[in-house]
Every structure is written in C-alpha cells, then in structure tokens.
C-alpha cells in the first residue's frame, strides 16, 4: 500500500490506501476557523476511515508529510461502512466515449 505519513504536533500517523483506492486531505476555513482533515474511501471493503477528523487548527501548526509504501496504517479513529462505487478511470470513460462514437457512426 501507499500512504502518507503525517506528522501534526509530534504525533506520527500513517494513513494508506491499496491500489485503485482514495485517500483525501484536506485543509478547510469556515468563518475565520481552519481545520485539517485525513480520511480514505477503501472501495473494496465499502469502508470509510478517517485519521483526522475535522481537527481544528491554527496560524503556525506545522504538518510534515511523506509519501511512503507500507503494510500497515495507523488505526483510524472512526471507521464506516459505506455504499460506495468505484469511479471508472480516465482511460475507461475514453474507451466508452470511442465505442458511444463508433455505434453511432460519428467515427
């Protein structure tokens, strides 16, 4: 698996994802507040983890972050089940758009 490992405030958190899976961070400010979140769709298992739940954050927090390979995560703090689809790659929607063309003779 690939993963991020996130350091925030000297704690060490390893959130990954297998193949073909979505891994989100994202950093928001909703009326002057900030707030980090991390979390993945793991499309397999119809699951939803999430390390860092909408944590509240400020001008000067410092957040390390590093692309590694793993065989394990962190445990997340909140796991979900959820109905969840894969979404087709680029290169499937180009192969459906081409065959759409093909059958209507525009190609």
Avoid: C
């Amino acid at each position: 698996m690939k993963g991020l490992k996130i350091n925030y405030k000297g704690k060490n958190t390893i959130a990954a994802v297998k193949d073909g899976d979505l891994l989100v961070v994202d950093m928001h400010d909703v009326r002057g507040e900030s707030f980090f979140y991390a979390g993945s769709v793991d499309y397999d298992e119809q699951l939803g983890r999430v390390w860092y739940p909408i944590v509240p954050i400020e001008l000067g927090d410092t957040f390390e972050f590093e692309v590694v390979e793993t065989d394990q995560m962190t445990e997340p703090v909140e796991t979900k089940k959820k109905d969840v689809e894969r979404p087709i790659s680029k290169l499937e929607q180009f192969y459906r758009l081409e065959s759409l063309i093909k059958e209507r003779g525009l190609l």
